[in-house]
């Protein structure tokens, strides 16, 4: 996302959770190299990206196409999770298919569910959110 004041928000909420946010990448190989270097437990991924090198599509193909393996680094631990405004069901079923942990239309929820929702993932729980959760 590239609202700059979003980032800073969810990244406040999560730090409030004791999430560790290690860093914002933008779409580009560098994406791949910082995922290599800090070896997230989680990965959250706009599906759109404005600069036309990589999408998350792209970032998720990378990691999962490579046998769990990029530079001969594991990434097998890493949970992937697409953060978007993407509520398509044709986005949702491609993220599906390749193995995302997690799909969630930032629209549909607050920054406090966010972080509930990432500790669901972290722990191993596929999470989906493409309606409102105030309609539960």
């Not at 393996?69 to 594991?74: A, E, L, P, Q, V």
Request: proline share 1%.
């Amino acid at each position: 996302d590239k609202d700059k004041y979003t980032l800073n928000m969810y990244k406040q909420k999560l730090i409030k959770q004791n999430i560790d946010v290690l860093d914002f990448i933008d779409y580009s190989d560098d994406a791949l190299s910082h995922i290599i270097k800090f070896h997230p437990e989680v990965i959250t991924c706009e599906i759109v990206s404005n600069e036309g090198v990589l999408d998350g599509f792209d970032i998720l193909r990378s990691i999962r196409r490579s046998g769990e393996m990029i530079k001969g680094k594991s990434l097998s631990h890493t949970r992937f999770v697409f953060l978007t405004n993407q509520g398509q069901s044709h986005d949702l079923k491609q993220a599906l298919g390749m193995g995302v942990d997690g799909y969630i239309v930032k629209a549909k929820i607050t920054p406090d569910e966010l972080t509930e929702f990432l500790n669901e993932v972290n722990n191993g729980v596929k999470v989906i959110v493409v309606e409102d959760t105030s309609k539960k």
